[in-house]
């Protein structure tokens, strides 16, 4: 018999799915709390492993489906893809995978369709055991890596030619690794001994992060999501990789903070707390909800230096004189492919120029509220050096009284780059992340 949690969540994976698929939904934004967790945490599973993989898998299957896979009902092509993401990514038994699409692809269709999946999926599993596998051989090693591991072509072309093929491998393949995730603890280093054992109570391991001490690396992240830490501000959810560009900003006891694109305030909070609290954060943001989300995050963390602002920075005629200034700029989200299932799909090159403009605006706007002697740090979640290095260097051309400062004291050496912090999934094991410090000399 098939288990009902595991076909109730094969079900709702494949309705979000279409919505994926045919609505341009966003995989993270499908959850929405009406289901059992574990029939929830199933489907999520799916829902972002076969997103990921779409286009590895679809070229598998494309083998052992007669005629075009683009022609097979959609519900259909959804159960097997979840079936091939079973049997290829997951490992599970084949009986066991063979048998579950089957009794989802007879309750989402008819029969018919159960028994479709059954020989597909059979074919597949006998070819994988032999070692027969289609494999991709164009001749073109950008297109090849890309049905490989299930990217965009361009993107990988890019990497290839700024990178070289080992570390596009490398890169390709943190891509699409189980994600990791930290944890950064409200009462530093010294809580993570307390926090670690309630941690454990929950059944997650938690180990220190090796690039920052109030940091802790943890296995699994839906029970802590379910038990109120993060309400209670014990714990929050951030990666050490975007923890560590608030180390970049360095910001003082006393000092006034503008962290001029704040939401969901992450940063603006561990800004708040390296502070202790004296001096004053504005964390703006152009939503009304997301200045909510901050408010909410200074609540939760009991903090009082946050200054929630609802504006447009490209527009704003706000102080001119704070000492530091943190533009985390929106970027393509190269860093985060490993978390963000849907996100290699939704960009292109014409995207990735119009981000360019926008950084360099709001890198504009960002550098009139520096006072003399500030200093301006940008930052991104990106691995381009279009959003990055090229960023920083004609934000120099343009604004002469401003200088690289050097970061090397103020991050990890391994995550030093000449003058640049740089954090790489694949050499890591974080986010991608960059950081620049630009500091104002002139009056």
């Not at 530093?188 to 309630?198: E, I, S």
Request: aromatic residues 4%.
């Amino acid at each position: 018999m098939p288990d009902a949690t595991d076909l109730t969540a094969r079900l709702l994976a494949v309705q979000r799915l279409l919505r994926v698929e045919d609505d341009g939904a966003h995989v993270a934004r499908l959850a929405d709390g009406s289901h059992p967790p574990e029939v929830s945490r199933r489907a999520v599973d799916f829902v972002a492993g076969v997103t990921r993989q779409k286009r590895w898998l679809d070229f598998v299957l494309a083998a052992f489906v007669r005629g075009r896979l683009q022609d097979l009902d959609p519900e259909l092509l959804q159960v097997l893809r979840i079936g091939a993401y079973d049997l290829l990514i997951r490992e599970t038994a084949p009986h066991a995978a063979v048998n579950e699409a089957v009794e989802t692809a007879k309750a989402v269709l008819h029969r018919g369709a159960g028994s479709l999946t059954n020989g597909v999926l059979r074919a597949l599993d006998r070819a994988r055991r032999a070692g027969t596998l289609p494999q991709p051989s164009s001749g073109d090693l950008a297109d090849d890596l890309a049905v490989q591991f299930s990217h965009p072509t361009w993107t990988v072309r890019r990497w290839l030619d700024a990178w070289g093929e080992d570390a596009t491998r490398a890169f390709l393949a943190a891509s699409n690794a189980p994600a990791t995730f930290t944890l950064r603890l409200m009462g530093g280093a010294d809580a993570r001994a307390a926090v670690t054992a309630r941690l454990a109570d929950l059944g997650v391991t938690a180990s220190p992060s090796p690039w920052a001490d109030d940091f802790v690396e943890v296995d699994r992240l839906q029970p802590i999501l379910r038990s109120g830490l993060l309400d209670e501000g014990t714990v929050a959810v951030q990666d050490v990789a975007a923890g560590l560009v608030v180390h970049v900003l360095a910001p003082q006891p006393g000092e006034r903070v503008l962290d001029a694109a704040s939401a969901p305030g992450g940063k603006a909070v561990y800004a708040a707390l390296r502070m202790g609290d004296e001096g004053e954060v504005a964390a703006l943001d152009v939503s009304e909800a997301k200045v909510g989300l901050i408010a909410g995050a200074a609540r939760r963390h009991g903090l009082s230096s946050i200054r929630p602002v609802k504006a447009d920075l490209t527009t704003w005629d706000g102080d001119s004189a704070y000492d530091r200034v943190l533009l985390d700029a929106p970027c393509s989200g190269t860093g985060v492919l490993g978390k963000r299932a849907d996100l290699r799909w939704r960009r292109s090159p014409e995207a990735l120029a119009e981000l360019t403009d926008l950084q360099d605006r709001l890198l504009d706007a960002a550098a009139a509220h520096v006072r003399p002697g500030g200093v301006l740090v940008y930052s991104t979640c990106s691995v381009e050096a279009e959003e990055n290095d090229d960023r920083v260097t004609a934000f120099l051309a343009r604004h002469p009284g401003y200088s690289l400062d050097p970061v090397g004291t103020l991050v990890p050496a391994a995550l030093v780059d000449g003058d640049v912090y740089r954090a790489l999934p694949h050499a890591h094991g974080t986010d991608g992340a960059f950081a620049a410090r630009l500091r104002r000399s002139d009056p």
